[in-house]
């Protein structure tokens, strides 16, 4: 009987210890939803008035998300150097999930993770956009209508997004 209650008393030390609210906590990112009156942290355009995939960054001390109109945006600001050394995760629509021209941000993922198509002839509301796709064959797919190259999220430079057509 007494290990049982020596258990007990364990399991219920351990258990607040999981809660000091000092202890580190772990950077959990998340995409959220792109509404009607956000506004493109680079250009300043209503996100929503223009059709294209679209990006939101998080930057280390800033808790909300910085949303852009278009991942080319996203990219040029997220490989600044004064925000690359912050970046903490980016999202960007997924394109092997979701509509061109109206993605859904149900469909956001990981930009580190993503195939990109870039150089086509398929332009977001910024031009020549990186779209990314979870699905490398979907990208090859988007490449035989559309034109590109397929590129990986460290492929995607600054002098890359100036060297499109």
């Not at 980016?90 to 394109?95: E, G, L, R, S, T």
């Not at 993770?113 to 090859?140: L, N, W």
Request: glycine fraction near 6%; charged fraction near 25%; aromatic fraction near 12%.
């Amino acid at each position: 009987m007494n290990r049982w209650l020596m258990i007990a008393g364990l399991l219920s030390m351990l258990s607040v210890a999981g809660c000091d609210k000092n202890a580190p906590k772990s950077d959990v990112f998340a995409p959220v939803s792109i509404q009607k009156h956000d506004r493109c942290a680079l250009c300043g355009m209503t996100i929503l008035n223009y059709d294209g995939p679209k990006a939101e960054v998080y930057i280390k001390d800033i808790k909300e998300p910085i949303l852009f109109c278009s991942g080319r945006d996203a990219f040029f600001f997220a490989l600044q150097p004064e925000n690359a050394r912050r970046l903490k995760a980016f999202f960007i629509h997924d394109i092997a999930k979701t509509d061109f021209d109206v993605p859904s941000d149900q469909f956001f993922m990981d930009a580190k993770k993503a195939h990109f198509v870039y150089d086509s002839r398929r332009d977001g509301v910024m031009g020549v956009e990186p779209v990314a796709f979870s699905d490398k064959k979907a990208a090859e797919r988007f490449i035989e209508q559309w034109g590109g190259r397929l590129l990986t999220y460290p492929d995607i430079t600054l002098a890359t997004l100036d060297s499109a057509h």
